[in-house]
């Protein structure tokens, strides 16, 4: 099995701060790429940022220069440091993965079962 826990989100002010962290366990082979997705009710779910396959970042384009992704390989572990939070931020955060498994040595992508982030004014 493999699984993705994500940890991190809450209430915050606007102008403020939160770290979130997803987790990849399981029976990992390797992680091809990583990024963080947000969705909000009557939108679709878009781009926050992400780690392509190559090791390259792509940011969307509302977060860009807020917004940093990193990544403890060891940990399997990717985090989203998200400053000067605005109201317009406040969306259910994913995280998403795409991994190959030992078992059958198969690849596909894996969600996080989505974190709350809400940004008051």
């Known amino acids: 099995q493999v699984q993705l826990m994500e940890s991190g989100g809450g209430l915050v002010q606007a102008g403020g701060s939160l770290r979130l962290s997803c987790a990849a366990s399981?029976?990992?082979?390797?992680?091809?790429?990583m990024g963080w997705y947000r969705q909000v009710p009557g939108k679709q779910r878009e781009l926050c940022a992400a780690?392509?396959?190559?090791?390259?970042?792509n940011y969307g384009d509302s977060v860009k220069g807020r917004f940093t992704i990193s990544r403890d390989n060891a940990k399997n572990t990717v985090y989203l440091q998200m400053n000067s939070l605005k109201p317009e931020d406040t969306a259910v955060y994913y995280c998403?993965?795409?991994?190959?498994?030992?078992?059958?040595?198969?690849?596909?992508?894996?969600w996080g079962q989505g974190t709350q982030v809400t940004v008051s004014s």
């Open positions: 998403n993965e795409h991994i190959t498994s030992y078992a059958g040595m198969r690849t596909r992508d894996y």
């Open positions: 399981g029976s990992i082979f390797s992680i091809n790429a």
């Open positions: 780690f392509t396959s190559g090791g390259n970042t």
